[in-house]
C-alpha cells in the first residue's frame, strides 16, 4: 500500500492531466462543456475514479459520459506518458451528483428559511393560553389593607374539638403522646 499523501498527489496529478486534456479538445462531438471535479486513487495506485459534471441538459450528460468512456483507453495513455509510476492506473469516470446536490441543500434550506419566517409570524402574534407570568408572586401588604380581610385571616390557636366519633370522655391531652410506660405527658 502506498503512502496516502503520494496517492494525493497522484490524483492531483492525474486530474491536471485530464483537465488538460479535455481543454485541448478530444474529437468527439458528443462531447459536452466538462469540469473535472475530483479524483480518487486507490491506495495501490492501481485504480482511479475520476469525478466530472456536465454543464447542460441529461441528454448531453448521457452523450458526454459515452464520450468519454470511449476516450478511456487514449486518455489512460495520456496520463501514463506524464506520470512517474512504474504502473498506469486504470482509469473510470464517474457523473459527479455535485450539482443536482448543491440544487437540493439550496431548496432544503429555503424551504427552513421560509418555515422560520412563518413561526415567527405565528409567534409574534400568538397570545398565552394562561396567564402572560404564570409564576405565583410574594403578596404585598397593601393587599390588607380591609379589616374584614385581616379578621377572616386570624386563625384561633385553641386546642381542637373531639371528633364526632370519639367518645366524649377521651379528650385528647397535652400532645397525645402516650408514654412507653402507658402514662401521657
Known sequence: MADPQRARKMADRIKEIVARRLDKGIKDPRLGFVTITDVKVTGDLQHASIFYTVYGTDEERRDTGAALKSATGMLRSEV???????????????LDALPENAASIDRLLQEARQRDQESQTIAATAEYAG???????PRDEDDYDDEE?????????AEPAPSADAPAGDA???DGFVEPDGGTR
Request: hydrophobic letters at 40%.
Open 131 to 137: 396567564d402572560a407570568d404564570p409564576y405565583v408572586k
Open 172 to 174: 385528647p391531652v397535652g
Open 149 to 157: 380581610d385581616d379578621d377572616a385571616l386570624v386563625v384561633d390557636d
Open 80 to 94: 501514463g506518458k506524464n506520470i512517474t509510476a512504474r504502473l498506469t492506473p486504470s482509469i473510470e469516470f464517474i
